[in-house]
Structures are given as C-alpha cells and as structure tokens.
C-alpha cells in the first residue's frame, strides 16, 4: 500500500456555538435515530444552561494547536484539517477545502478510542458522503487505528486518574471505588462491534496500574426509547446503588470513554451523577478526559508515523494486541434489532 500521506484530518462529532444552534445541531445528531423528541427536548435543555454551548469545538481547537505544535517539533511536517459529522466546520466544507488545496490523501484521526458504530462506521460513512458531495478530485481518507490500549491513551488516562484521586482525603483514598464511564448504545448496536469489550480491557488497563481499587464499568447519556434495552448499569442508578448499600464513601469516575470534557462529560457526570453522589451520601470526584494531555499528543503522531512507515512495531497494551488499521468490511455495523 501507497503510504504517502499530504494532510492529517481530525474527524469528530462537532458542536452547537451558541443558543440558536442547539437545536438544529440535536436534529443533525438524531437523524434516523430511534430517540424519543421529548429526550431531545430534555438533553437540549442541558445544552442551554451552558450558554448552547458545547466545549468540544473549543477542544478540539486546542486538540489542532497541540498536535500542530508536536508536528512541527518532531515531524511529520503535514498541515491539520479539521471536519465534524454534526456541526460546523462540517465534513463536506472541510473536504472541498482541502481539494481546493490540492491535498489528494490524509490520514483521519477520529476522536473515538473505542469502535463502535457512531465512533468508527459512521464516520467512514460520514467520509463518503462528503467525499461524494465534492465530487471528482475529493481527498481519500485512510483512518487511523483506534486507540483503547494504545500506551498513550492509557498513559494519559492513568495520569489524569491519580489527579482525580488525590481530590479524595488521603485516609481514604485507597478504598475509593472506581467508575469507569462510557456512552451507552443499544444492546443491539453493542453486539455488531467490540465497544464493550474494548471498555472493559481499557478499565482493566488502566485500574490495574492505578492499585487495588474497586471498579467498575458502568454507562451514561442513554437516549433511546424505554422499551429498548441499552448496554447498563446506568452509572447514576449505579451510584444510588452503591449509596444504598452503605459501603462506600468515595467515588472516582473516570470518563475513558470520551477524550474530551464536552457536555456529556458536563452535564450527565459533573451535574446529574455528582446530584445523586450527594443524594445518596457519596463524594464524587470526576477525572479529567485525556483532552491535551502531553502523552496523548503524543499518541496522536506515533500513530501516524507508524502508518506512515508502514512498520509492524505498533504498540498496544494488553491481550487484545493493536486494533486493525483498515476496516473489514462488517466492522462495526449499525445493528438495530437483535436476531432471535
Ligand atoms: C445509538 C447510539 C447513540 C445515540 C442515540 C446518541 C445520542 C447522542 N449523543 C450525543 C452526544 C455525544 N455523543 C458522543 C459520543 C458517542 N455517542 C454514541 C452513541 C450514541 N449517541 C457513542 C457510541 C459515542 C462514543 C463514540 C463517539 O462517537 O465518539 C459524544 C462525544 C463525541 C466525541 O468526539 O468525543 C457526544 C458529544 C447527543 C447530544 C445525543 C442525543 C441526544
Ligand atoms: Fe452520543
Ligand atoms: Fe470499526
């Protein structure tokens, strides 16, 4: 395989900016999505007490002067396109940007550790669509490898645990129970990729480095319809739980299924999982996302050097050795129903 490469693309979910965009910018994320309007409704309201702001644009801005900075240090020396799936910069005006720049072939960083469908297919999809909406001479994309047990993200992961850690007192800190927290999907979505367990060898990762910790996996942001099943425990119905039971005092959760602390990490971990934290007699500390840790940075440019150079040294933690570098063709397909 050809592996000349002229420009890196960042690809992500994008943003509303402001009041009058959070609306139109849920229909772009809902669209074809089995969500009830009245959870579209609810979770646009947490967007308002933000300003209809999310941070994820901004993040993802200082994600691009980061990595241009790491580029420039240390090669290769590729200028960074930006383009999202929901909002503005979007990925059909990014792409014909670059073409208008001549760029012929970039690699695609997607801001998801963890293959899934709207984290990895949709993307692909995504791609497509803008690469077919520019026409004749739109760039080819070729995605990097998803991250879960890159040393990198574990690295970072880990470093941005011990923060949260050091919040609780230090008599207590050792029996601190951690929660590891990602997006839950439909059950059904979770049976066409390698979501849960990815999350469950990251968890095992990262809680193994940190000491001798309870953990555990639990999920959040659910949208869908009561009747559909979704991948559980609900991290706040997990920590009623716990409060319940008595037993612990200190949770930490660790966001590790996003790399950034957009409004999902915002609202649904620091606003509503805190709420009940308090409700039931918990103290709740959150771990920042990885954002612009140094070590993820990092990350970022080992992956394209590595597909640059085509080399079989990839690293990766664990059992489940490096994640593939080119999609086969059922990877993470948008499953609906499950077969009985
Ligand atoms: C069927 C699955 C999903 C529905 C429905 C869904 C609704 C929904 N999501 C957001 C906001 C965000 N979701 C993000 C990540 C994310 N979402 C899903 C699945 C569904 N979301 C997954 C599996 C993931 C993780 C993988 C990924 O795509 O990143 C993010 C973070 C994006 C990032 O780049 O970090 C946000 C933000 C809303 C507002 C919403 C509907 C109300
Ligand atoms: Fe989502
Ligand atoms: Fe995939």
Redesign the pocket.
Known sequence: MNNEYDAILVV????PEGPDDVIP??EN??RG???PRE??L??AE??QQFGGV?P?NGQ?RALIAALEQELAANGPQLPIYWGN??WHPLLTDTLAQMKQDGIQRALGF?????S?????R??REDIQQAQEAVGAGAPEVDKLRMFFNHPGFIEATLDRAREALAEIPEERREQATILFS?????LA?AAGCR?ETQLKDAAQLVSERLGTHPWHLVYQ?R??PPHQP?LEPDICDFITELGQQGEVQDVVIIPI????D???VLFDLDTEAKQVGSEVGINVARAK?VGVHPRFITMIRELIEERIAGTADRPALGPLGPNHDVCPVDCCLRVTEIKR
Do not use: D
């Open positions: 992500s979910f994008g943003g910018f849920l994320v809902l999505k089995n969500v959870r579209m609810e979770v947490h967007y999310s994820i993802n799936r929901n997607f801001t998801s550790a963890f899934s469908y709207s984290g990895c949709q993307y990602a997006h839950s999907i439909p979505m979501y942001s949208s869908g979704w299924g996003f790399v950034s957009h409004m999902e996302t």
